[in-house]
């Protein structure tokens, strides 16, 4: 079973910086696409970037200019550098991947990000 595990979340201030990591279990080569998620409560999960196989990104215009999605294949790891954040990109990051081969999207568990002074 292929897990994906993210880590990194946590409280942070507003205007602050804030790194989420997640590892995949096998090769991160074996997803053509890779990116993060999130949910805030009671709203619906919405897209906040992806990064595909030969590294392009596609972006939430929410977070445009102050996230960047990144990958390290040798490390089977995706990254989100999330920078100038505000309250309202409080919510469960969640990241994702799908495996072109066998047609199947993968979630982490999720990790919370509390933007509060």
């Known amino acids: 079973q292929v897990q994906l595990v993210e880590s990194g979340g946590g409280l942070v201030q507003p205007g602050g910086s804030m790194r989420l990591s997640c590892v995949t279990s096998?090769?991160?080569?074996?997803?053509?696409?890779m990116g993060w998620y999130r949910q805030a409560p009671g709203k619906e999960r919405e897209l906040v970037a992806l990064?595909?196989?030969?590294?392009?990104?596609n972006y939430a215009d929410s977070v445009k200019g102050r996230f960047t999605i990144s990958r390290d294949n040798a490390k089977n790891t995706v990254y989100l550098q999330m920078n100038s954040l505000i309250p309202e990109d409080t919510a469960v990051y969640y990241c994702?991947?799908?495996?072109?081969?066998?047609?199947?999207?993968?979630w982490g568990q999720g990790t919370q990000v509390t933007v509060s002074s």
């Open positions: 096998e090769s991160i080569l074996r997803f053509n696409r």
């Open positions: 994702y991947g799908h495996d072109l081969r066998r047609q199947d999207d993968y």
């Open positions: 990064i595909f196989t030969f590294g392009s990104t």
